[in-house]
């Protein structure tokens, strides 16, 4: 049923989750209005405040299934028993043909916490396929292997969000807050107006490190060494906590003589910042005796970002800023239920509550929850990327669920090909993406304000989105999917279609696990503006701070990583002379299946720009708004100039939002970090020239 008064509930798009109200219009759909939530105290960037855009049936989104028909080719409406059947046929004569790891799944972080449980649970114990794993591995994987390493556990921000106004110095390294999460950017206004300080690492002068204090801007893919030059300096200059590393942490004689091979003169070589702009940064963070290091996409997505970051969170240990009040490391996570996303074993190599698949104590207790023996379970599974390498040769059927990796992959191109290689393939979406419009089968499903639902914000929240208005006729849930699924494919125990009842499995599943889930209920949620996880009873009051007494390793003790500085997988040379760096807009939200379909958004943010410094552009002889052509190792992409004086003259930086002939993802580089198989996507070499108009 519509609701016919506002309803409480959160945004559909990034990891902030700021909360929002849905109020039912004349029309027959809702409009946003302010809510006062405690993250973002009402503010809404255009994205939340347009998200009413992709609910409209007329000419934005799929109100039917579609089926491919075999004798024109094309895809053609049909039921939703004709088109479920198709599914369930097409996956079975893959399993039948190839074995049941020629099945695979891929995921995505913006599905809701149930709908992540739902579908590893699908792929386990119904697929019975090892090959899932989703789009967060190309989002916070990094960050969440060196949180692992580092920490013995892996959640986004160990603290409020709004802890950052209270401390003394943040930086915040590869991270556009401003386009990407614009009311978070009131904490850092607050920071500053408390007497704080903020340092942005970015290599382009963006609206974030307009606001800084101190910007450093390197060569993409430095961080590593500009995090040991800082270190270097904290070492030299006798600023180590000594009681800290002492008392909280193991391993700093390594880190330490990591660090002293990474002396100022050689960083600034390396990084291009120069020795003073070191030192200053230095003098700023440990200038005051609270800090934060805040590390987003820029120094993750990178083919060595779990030593990037590692190396960050060396320097937050051993000048004592971690696992105290107002101090700490901590990632800003991208997609709405990037957290909860990767906690609920649609990963790889996980299990609920965020348990490890290849652990026996953790295969055991999720066998008896879903009623399976632990011997049925599939082991660890392919990364996201080498599973969509993989499609068509190992992996020849695909079920995809809230991911367009037609535009979001790295060397796109090439998966493209890999993507129309496969036998069969089935795609659940809102909207006829990309990478739907390639599929056998198309299911449409409700989204956001059309369901309920659990999502996991950036600092490890628990918020509920709660259902608002019914979908357009013909469009059902992905928990209808994949309970009609698994009854095809001989699942007899049932697939629950009730978020909440999903849920309820979800928290007995998680209990006893790093993310305990076990003491959360809707009725919570609601009641306490969300719980924070670990919440192991019914009682437990949720853990908005991590780390305060111990971390999260066997002794309590963090983990300090010896790390060395390396080049990039590519770096550029004579034939490809520029770096290539990627990333957001504003007003765009990821491969832009839903904002491409919104009128204000495209209006503000039309289409692919490549921006360059303007000495490069009068080297090339290119003026602003003129073609020009990127070439890379990968293939060419051609987009507008957008020549500007905020970014190196060594690098151009094109958004990923669109498909065609301005995809970024047509350059990328599929580099993968050795530990969270996170490919390149921040580094690779390019030649730019004028294109013919
Ligand atoms: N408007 C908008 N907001 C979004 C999204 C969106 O698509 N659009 N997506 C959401 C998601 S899923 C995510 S993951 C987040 C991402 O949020 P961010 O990480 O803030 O976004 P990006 O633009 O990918 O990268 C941030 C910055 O990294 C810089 N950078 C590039 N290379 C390097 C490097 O080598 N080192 C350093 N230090 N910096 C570098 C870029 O110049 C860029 O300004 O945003 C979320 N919010
Ligand atoms: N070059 C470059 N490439 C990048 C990045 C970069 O910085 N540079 N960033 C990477 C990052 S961080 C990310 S997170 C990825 C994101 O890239 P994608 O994985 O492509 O993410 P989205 O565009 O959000 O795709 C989500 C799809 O699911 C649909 N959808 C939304 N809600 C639901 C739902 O509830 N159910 C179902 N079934 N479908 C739904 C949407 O309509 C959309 O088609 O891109 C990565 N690619
Ligand atoms: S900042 Fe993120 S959560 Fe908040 S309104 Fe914008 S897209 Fe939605
Ligand atoms: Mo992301």
């Known amino acids: 049923m519509t609701a016919t008064s506002t309803v409480d509930t959160h945004c559909p798009y990034c990891a902030?989750?700021?909360?929002?109200?849905?109020?039912?219009?004349?029309?027959?759909?809702?409009?946003?209005?302010?809510?006062?939530?405690?993250?973002?105290?009402?503010?809404?960037?255009?994205?939340?405040?347009?998200?009413?855009?992709v609910l409209l049936a007329e000419g934005v989104r799929l109100t039917g299934p579609l089926v491919r028909s075999g004798a024109t080719g094309e895809l053609e409406p049909a039921s939703w028993g004709a088109a479920l059947d198709r599914v369930a046929e097409g996956l079975v004569r893959v399993r039948a043909g190839h074995g049941a790891d020629a099945v695979g799944v891929f995921g995505g972080g913006g599905l809701t916490n149930e709908k992540a449980y739902a579908l590893g649970k699908f792929a386990r114990?119904?697929?019975?396929?090892?090959?899932?794993?989703?789009?967060?591995?190309?989002?916070?994987?990094?960050?969440?292997?060196?949180?692992?390493?580092?920490?013995?556990?892996?959640?986004?921000?160990?603290?409020?969000?709004a802890d950052i106004a209270r401390t003394g110095c943040v930086i915040l390294v590869g991270s556009n807050l401003a386009d990407t999460m614009p009311p978070a950017l009131r904490y850092l206004t607050e920071l500053k107006a408390n007497?704080?300080?903020?340092?942005?690492?970015?290599?382009?002068?963006?609206?974030?490190?307009?606001?800084?204090?101190?910007?450093?801007?390197?060569?993409?893919?430095?961080?590593?060494?500009?995090?040991?030059?800082?270190?270097?300096?904290?070492v030299a200059e006798g600023l180590v906590d000594e009681a800290f590393v002492e008392e909280r942490t193991h391993g700093w004689p390594e880190a330490r003589a990591a660090a002293m091979a990474h002396w100022p003169e050689l960083v600034e070589r390396i990084t291009g910042v120069p020795v003073p702009a070191l030192r200053e940064a230095v003098r700023l963070f440990c200038g005051t005796p609270e800090g934060m290091v805040l590390t987003a996409r820029g120094p993750e997505q990178q083919a060595k970002g779990t030593d990037t970051v590692g190396a960050w969170i060396n320097l937050c240990l051993a000048t004592g800023r971690a696992g105290r009040p107002r101090s700490g490391y901590g990632c800003l996570t991208g997609q709405g239920n990037g957290q909860g996303g990767r906690e609920h074993g649609q990963k790889a190599d996980q299990l609920p509550g965020y348990r490890k698949l290849d652990d026996p104590a953790a295969r055991a207790h999720v066998a008896g929850v879903w009623g399976v023996d632990p011997?049925?379970?599939?082991?660890?599974?392919?990364?996201?990327?080498?599973?969509?390498?993989?499609?068509?040769?190992?992996?020849?059927?695909?079920?995809?669920?809230?991911?367009?990796?037609?535009?979001?992959?790295?060397?796109?191109?090439?998966?493209?090909?890999?993507?129309?290689?496969?036998?069969?393939?089935?795609?659940?979406?809102?909207?006829?993406?990309?990478?739907?419009?390639?599929?056998?089968?198309?299911?449409?499903?409700t989204q956001w304000a059309e369901e309920t639902g659990t999502v996991t914000?950036?600092?490890?929240?628990?918020?509920?989105?709660?259902?608002?208005?019914?979908?357009?006729?013909?469009?059902?849930?992905?928990?209808?999917?994949?309970?009609?699924?698994?009854?095809?494919?001989?699942?007899?125990?049932?697939?629950?279609?009730?978020?909440?009842?999903?849920?309820?499995?979800?928290?007995?599943?998680?209990?006893?696990?790093p993310a305990d889930y076990s003491g959360i209920t809707y009725r919570r949620i609601a009641e306490e503006e969300g719980v924070f996880w670990p919440c192991p009873a019914d009682s437990h009051p949720g853990t908005p701070r991590l780390f305060l007494d111990r971390f999260a390793t066997p002794d309590g003790r963090a983990r300090f990583v010896p790390v060395m500085?390396?080049?990039?997988?590519?770096?550029?040379?004579?034939?490809?002379?520029?770096?290539?760096?990627?990333g957001r807009v504003l007003a765009q939200y990821q491969?832009?299946?839903?904002?491409?379909?919104?009128?204000?958004?495209?209006?503000?943010a039309p289409g692919p720009f490549v921006q360059l410094h303007p000495q490069l552009?009068?080297?090339?002889?290119?003026?602003?708004?003129?073609?020009?052509?990127?070439?890379?190792?990968?293939?060419?992409?051609?987009?507008?100039?957008?020549?500007?004086?905020?970014?190196?003259?060594?690098?151009?930086?094109?958004?990923?939002?669109?498909?065609?002939?301005?995809?970024?993802?047509?350059?990328?580089?599929?580099?993968?970090?050795?530990?969270?198989?996170?490919?390149?996507?921040?580094?690779?070499?390019?030649?730019?020239?004028?294109?013919?108009?």
């Open 375 to 445: 011997d049925d379970l599939p082991g660890p599974g392919r990364s996201a990327y080498e599973l969509l390498d993989a499609l068509g040769r190992d992996v020849k059927g695909l079920l995809l669920m809230g991911s367009n990796p037609v535009v979001s992959a790295p060397r796109a191109a090439h998966i493209t090909e890999r993507i129309a290689a496969l036998d069969f393939l089935a795609v659940c979406d809102v909207v006829l993406s990309e990478t739907a419009a390639m599929a056998d089968v198309v299911l449409p499903v």
């Open 591 to 604: 491969s832009g299946a839903q904002t491409r379909r919104v009128a204000e958004l495209n209006a503000a």
């Open 125 to 161: 114990v119904v697929l019975k396929t090892s090959q899932i794993d989703y789009n967060g591995r190309f989002c916070m994987s990094s960050a969440a292997a060196a949180h692992q390493r580092a920490f013995g556990l892996d959640r986004g921000l160990p603290f409020p969000v």
């Open 16 to 53: 902030l989750q700021c909360g929002m109200g849905l109020r039912p219009t004349a029309g027959g759909t809702v409009e946003v209005v302010e809510r006062d939530f405690p993250v973002n105290k009402g503010a809404l960037c255009g994205k939340g405040r347009t998200a009413p855009g």
């Open 195 to 234: 007497g704080g300080k903020l340092i942005v690492v970015d290599p382009r002068r963006t609206r974030t490190a307009e606001q800084a204090d101190l910007h450093l801007q390197p060569r993409p893919g430095t961080d590593l060494a500009l995090a040991l030059g800082l270190l270097h300096l904290v």
């Open 457 to 513: 914000n950036l600092e490890g929240r628990v918020l509920l989105r709660r259902k608002a208005i019914d979908p357009p006729d013909g469009v059902r849930s992905d928990l209808y999917v994949l309970n009609v699924l698994a009854a095809h494919l001989g699942w007899e125990k049932g697939f629950a279609t009730n978020p909440e009842e999903v849920f309820d499995e979800l928290r007995r599943a998680s209990a006893g696990g």
């Open 565 to 582: 500085h390396r080049p990039s997988a590519e770096e550029p040379d004579a034939e490809y002379p520029l770096y290539l760096t990627t």
């Open 617 to 693: 552009a009068d080297r090339l002889g290119v003026a602003d708004g003129e073609p020009v052509a990127v070439t890379s190792r990968r293939g060419r992409a051609v987009a507008p100039a957008r020549v500007s004086r905020g970014i190196r003259p060594d690098t151009v930086f094109m958004p990923f939002h669109w498909p065609g002939e301005g995809r970024a993802n047509t350059l990328t580089n599929p580099a993968l970090d050795p530990a969270s198989r996170m490919p390149e996507f921040k580094v690779c070499a390019v030649r730019v020239e004028r294109a013919q108009a």
